[in-house]
């Protein structure tokens, strides 16, 4: 997709705005900013009825090679940072790994993966299409947003 890293990280810093490009992002903000490549935040994700919304504390990290050929993401739950709120089901385990490289000056290359535990209980009908919907429409709205920044 277009862009560069610094386009990328400068998106993923700006955890308020995650609700504009990730799949049913209800809500996100920082909970601890140890730097602009690590940080903790809190996110909330919209379940339809009658399932519970989950939550998730994520441990973010960024790592970029001196040489400037690839940019490592790791998202890892976090689930005991902060107390469980109620309403929801906390995420009890989830890691996202992103590895980017650029392939030209002005596109990136994402390999992406992500496992979770939903946590309490959903249907397979449900995780499914998180599974499989979500990643491709948080990544068509990134594409999007990084066409414009």
Known sequence: MQGN??????????????????????TSYILKRNSPYEFYYYMETSIPWPMS?????????????????????????????IPEKSGRVRVPRS????????????SISIVYT????????????LVNMFADKGPYESFKKLSEILKKS
Request: proline residues 5%.
């Open 5 to 26: 890293y610094d386009k990328l990280m400068a998106v993923l810093n700006d955890v308020s705005r995650h609700k504009e490009w990730v799949y049913n992002s209800k």
């Open 53 to 81: 919304n989950r939550d998730a504390v994520v441990h973010l990290t960024m790592n970029r090679d001196s040489l400037n050929r690839f940019l490592k993401i790791k998202a890892e739950g976090s689930p005991d940072y």
């Open 95 to 106: 890691l996202i790994n992103w590895y980017v490289t650029m392939p030209s000056s002005t």
């Open 114 to 125: 992500f496992e979770a535990d939903p946590g309490g209980s959903m249907p397979a009908w």
